[in-house]
C-alpha cells in the first residue's frame, strides 16, 4: 500500500526565505506526483505535476523535483512571501494507468511570516 | 481553467437528519469524480469513486449505503450524507478528473463544510 510522507509537518519563515518541503513515497512504482496548495477552509489548488519520466516543473517561483527511484520529491519555494502561506499537500498516483487514485501526504503548514 | 463547484459550502444539520452535496464540472466533461474526506488538520482521504451512469466504486471502511453517491451526469455528481450523526461532521470536497486531458488531471472543488449538531 502507498504511504506518502511530508516533512516537516509545520514551517514558520520570515519573509524572503527561501525553502524546502520535502515529499517521500514508499512504492516507486508512479505514474504522476502532483503538488498542492490548500488555504484555510478551502479546496485544493494544483501547482505543479510532474509526470514520472520527468525529473522536475517550474512554475515561476515553485520549483518541484522528482526522484522517482529514491521515492522523494521536493518542492522549492522561492523568495517566500506572506501570501505563500497555506498548506502545501503532495499527491502520487499509482503506475501502469493514468487513472489510478491519488495518495496524498498530510501535509507541510507553511506560515511566512513579514 | 478547470472549474469545480460544490453546493452548499457550509451546511448545519440536526442529527438524524439528510444532507446533498452537490459537485459540478463547470466548464468541462467528467465522466469520474472522486469524493473526499478531510478532518482537521489531517489530508485527505478518499471515500469513493463516481462514475457516470454507473454505481460509485468505494473505499474500505466508507458505509455506501450512508454516503449514497449519484452521478448522473457528465458535469454532476452528489453525495448524499444519510442519517448524519456528529462524528459525520467534516470537510468533505470533490474533484472531478477532466477527461480532455488525457484523463490524469484532476481539479478540485472548494470542500463543503458539514457539522452535525
Known amino acids: 500500500k502507498q504511504e506518502v510522507t511530508q516533512i516537516p509537518a509545520a514551517l514558520s519563515v520570515p519573509e524572503g526565505e527561501n525553502l524546502v518541503l520535502n515529499c517521500s513515497f514508499t512504492?516507486?512504482?508512479?505514474?504522476?506526483l502532483q503538488w498542492f496548495r490548500q488555504d484555510p477552509g478551502k479546496g485544493l489548488t494544483s501547482l505543479l505535476l510532474i509526470q514520472s519520466s520527468q525529473r522536475e516543473q517550474t512554475s515561476g517561483r515553485l520549483n518541484a523535483s522528482l526522484d522517482k527511484s529514491s521515492g522523494r520529491s521536493t518542492l522549492y519555494i522561492a523568495a517566500s512571501q506572506p501570501g505563500d502561506s497555506a498548506t502545501y499537500l503532495c499527491a502520487v498516483r499509482p503506475g501502469g494507468t493514468s487513472y489510478g487514485k491519488l495518495t496524498f501526504g498530510q501535509g507541510t503548514i507553511l506560515t511566512v511570516h513579514p | 481553467g478547470a472549474v469545480v463547484s460544490q453546493h452548499p459550502s457550509r451546511v448545519i444539520c440536526k442529527s438524524g437528519t439528510s444532507v446533498k452535496i452537490e459537485c459540478r464540472s463547470l466548464?468541462?466533461?467528467?465522466?469520474?469524480m472522486f469524493w473526499y474526506r478531510q478532518f482537521p488538520k489531517q489530508s485527505l482521504m478518499l471515500m469513493a469513486t463516481?462514475?457516470?451512469?454507473?454505481?460509485?466504486?468505494?473505499e474500505q471502511g466508507v458505509e455506501k449505503d450512508k454516503f449514497l453517491i449519484n452521478h448522473a451526469s457528465l458535469t454532476l455528481s452528489t453525495l448524499t450524507v444519510t442519517s448524519a450523526h456528529p462524528e459525520d461532521s467534516s470537510f468533505y470536497i470533490c474533484?472531478?478528473?477532466?477527461?480532455?486531458?488525457?484523463?490524469?488531471?484532476?481539479?478540485f472543488g472548494p470542500g463543503t463544510r458539514l457539522t452535525v449538531t
Open positions: 466548464d468541462f466533461q467528467a465522466t469520474t
Open positions: 474533484s472531478a478528473r477532466d477527461q480532455g486531458t488525457g484523463g490524469y488531471e484532476q481539479y
Open positions: 463516481s462514475n457516470e451512469g454507473s454505481k460509485a466504486t468505494y
Open positions: 512504492d516507486s512504482a508512479i505514474y504522476n
